[in-house]
């Protein structure tokens, strides 16, 4: 299997604030990454696909770069409805498999 | 719109078999961009792909679970199924069905709400 591994697992920040969330594949997934966002007992919801995609509808303030085996995706100015956990997945090799997730906080 | 609804038992007796189907409207499971997936959360954790279904039947399943997992698609119905045999605490967890949209990319676009099935005596 891929192993992703998202860092930090979690961070607070305050509002307005650049936020970046990195996720590294153990073997090179070209591009075929995707992020999404959870709320608190809610299903996930997709932000970004192919590594640098915008997701149909979801806020500008919202970016995803890089490829091979590194990967950040960033929040530029936060808001106070971005609090949520956010996931890497990949899906160039199965089994499909998500980073751990990370925890972001409003300070 | 696409919409996704599982349905199911919320409680299953250990070693039993956990059985879960997916209803989806404004879309159709025929469609041949679109596979039709199964991801499971264990409370407080992350995201578990269990596996995902084609309309013509074919199947992937993560290898974790694949001597327990049998998913399987209706397309008269408009619906896809899980089943999990054998179940322990461990499968305790939300489990959502997903459409994976695979042309030219494979991203899980439409998801369930989410169900909670619980694994206890």
Redesign the interface.
């Known amino acids: 299997?891929i192993q992703m591994t998202q860092s930090p697992s979690s961070l607070s920040a305050s509002v307005g604030d650049r936020v970046t969330i990195t996720c590294q594949a153990s073997h090179d997934i070209i591009n075929?990454l995707?992020w999404?966002q959870q709320k608190s007992g809610?299903?996930?919801?997709?932000l970004i696909?192919?590594a640098s995609n915008l997701?149909t509808g979801v806020p500008s303030r919202f970016s995803g770069s890089g490829s091979g085996t590194h990967f950040t995706f960033t929040i530029s100015s936060l808001q106070p409805e971005d609090v949520a956990t956010y996931?890497c997945?990949q899906?160039d090799k199965?089994?499909?498999?998500?980073?751990?997730?990370t925890r972001l906080e409003i300070k | 719109q696409v919409q996704l609804q599982e349905s199911g038992p919320g409680l299953v007796k250990p070693s039993e078999t956990l059985s879960l189907t997916c209803s989806v409207s404004g879309g159709s499971v025929s469609s041949g961009t679109n596979y039709w997936s199964w991801i499971r959360q264990p409370p407080g954790k992350g995201l578990e792909w269990i596996g995902y279904i084609y309309y013509s039947g074919s199947t992937n399943y993560n290898p974790s679970l694949k001597s327990r997992v049998t998913i399987s698609v209706d397309t008269f119905k408009n619906h896809f199924s899980l089943k999990l045999r054998s179940v322990t605490a461990a499968d305790t967890a939300v489990y959502y069905c997903a459409r994976v949209y695979g042309s030219g990319t494979q991203c899980i676009d439409y998801w369930g709400q989410g169900t909670l099935v619980t694994v206890s005596s």
């Open positions: 299997d075929y995707n999404y809610k299903a996930p919801n997709l696909y192919d997701e996931y997945q899906y199965l089994p499909i498999t998500f980073g751990q997730g």
